[in-house]
């Protein structure tokens, strides 16, 4: 059994948590939070072992009634790895106490690639990590971007990826963030900093990309133009990715007009929090006109690097080569059950 710690039990903690619980060769160990919130409650109702991740502040858990398990140290020092998903920059604030007690970590995205000694993606490199001491799971674009472009690198080639990533403006529960009534071009300045983060995982790909940020809690969604190698008939293309694990290629019959939709399927499917852990391309978006590619992508923010995590843990131990984690994985949390059951 592989021991796991979770540092950190937000967005991205507490979707980590229950995922390596399902899994059969993995155990989690507690899960860290520097206060007693709900989050805190719904940690331990779940049978989690709670540490307070600030020493300091543990008196408050035991005045809310929360017990707490220990410091964050101990979660650490009793842990094979630990998947840190603390907000962005205490991640690598964290690499000092991950190195003093000799266990690896894996960050998230919103920290610094310079800050870990390598980026992941499962479909793309996999194999470069293990033994590695400090692995960055890239963001929910990078992911949803570099997912798409490993088949096409692989069967075509590339020219150049031209993305517009047009953003939510937070998740459901950051009420601060925002535009609230706008669209907001974000970053003004081009490119956006995600084509050099997908750089981090293709060092070699040509990728331009821009960015915008839009009043919805839900989805992220891409316009993808990619200039291939050769020139494949958009059904080729269709079926590549229609064949890929973590690719929902949408038919067009669900009548899934946008995110919305999208989430409502998933939640009707029984997937927890309405998560939707692939990348949904919609079919009648894939278009090609001599080598360039067209298509439509939404990605769900807050559940695409949820299986990621989950491969990165054995990647990074050496403990399952890349195809067998991904299978073992996504049958576990059940990404296996495709969102349309057994019809394409
Ligand atoms: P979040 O704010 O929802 O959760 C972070 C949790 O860490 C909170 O429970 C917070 O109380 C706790 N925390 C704060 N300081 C801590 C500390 N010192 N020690 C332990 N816990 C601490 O954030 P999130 O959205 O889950 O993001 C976590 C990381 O994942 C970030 O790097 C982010 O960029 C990345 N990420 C987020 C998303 C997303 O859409 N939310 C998607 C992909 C990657």
Not at 224 to 252: K, M, Q
Request: net charge negative; hydrophobic share 40%; with cysteine.
């Amino acid at each position: 059994m592989i021991r796991v710690g979770i540092n950190g039990y937000g967005t991205i903690g507490k979707r980590v948590a229950a995922a390596v619980r399902a899994q059969p060769d993995m155990s989690v160990m507690g899960v860290a939070k520097t206060r007693p919130n709900h989050e805190a409650m719904t940690a331990v109702d779940n049978g989690f072992d709670l540490y307070a991740a600030i020493e300091e502040r543990r008196p408050r858990f035991g005045e809310a009634g929360i017990d707490i398990d220990g410091d964050v140290e101990a979660l650490v020092a009793q842990s094979d790895i630990v998947v840190d998903a603390c907000p962005s920059g205490i991640g690598a604030e964290n690499a000092a106490m991950y190195r003093e007690h000799d266990t690896p970590a894996l960050l998230q995205g919103g920290e610094d690639a310079d800050a870990v000694d390598a980026s992941f993606v499962s479909r793309a490199n996999y194999d470069s990590v293990e033994g590695a001491d400090l692995v960055r799971v890239v963001s929910c674009n990078t992911t949803g971007l570099s997912r798409l472009i490993a088949p096409l690198a692989e069967s075509y080639g590339i020219e150049k990826v031209r993305a517009t990533l047009v953003r939510r403006g937070g998740d459901q529960a950051q009420s601060g963030r925002g535009p609230i009534n706008d669209i907001l071009p974000d970053p003004v300045a081009l490119p956006s900093h995600h084509g050099p983060d997908v750089n981090t995982i293709f060092p070699d790909l040509a990728i331009d990309t821009l960015g915008l940020k839009v009043p919805a809690t839900l989805m992220h969604t891409h316009s993808i133009n990619v200039t291939l190698e050769s020139s494949p008939d958009a059904e080729r293309v269709r079926d590549l990715l229609a064949g890929e694990r973590r690719l929902f290629v949408i038919p067009e019959w669900l009548g899934l007009d946008g995110a919305g939709a999208i989430r409502e399927l998933a939640g009707d499917a029984g997937r927890p929090r309405g998560d939707v852990w692939e990348n949904c391309i919609w079919g009648e978006s894939i278009t090609v006109e001599g080598r360039d590619l067209y298509l439509f992508q939404a990605i769900h923010q807050e559940a695409d690097t949820v299986p990621e995590n989950v491969d990165a843990i054995r990647a990074v131990l050496g403990t399952a080569g890349a195809a067998e984690s991904i299978r073992r994985t996504d049958e576990a949390i059940g990404l296996d059950a495709a969102l349309t059951g057994s019809r394409t």
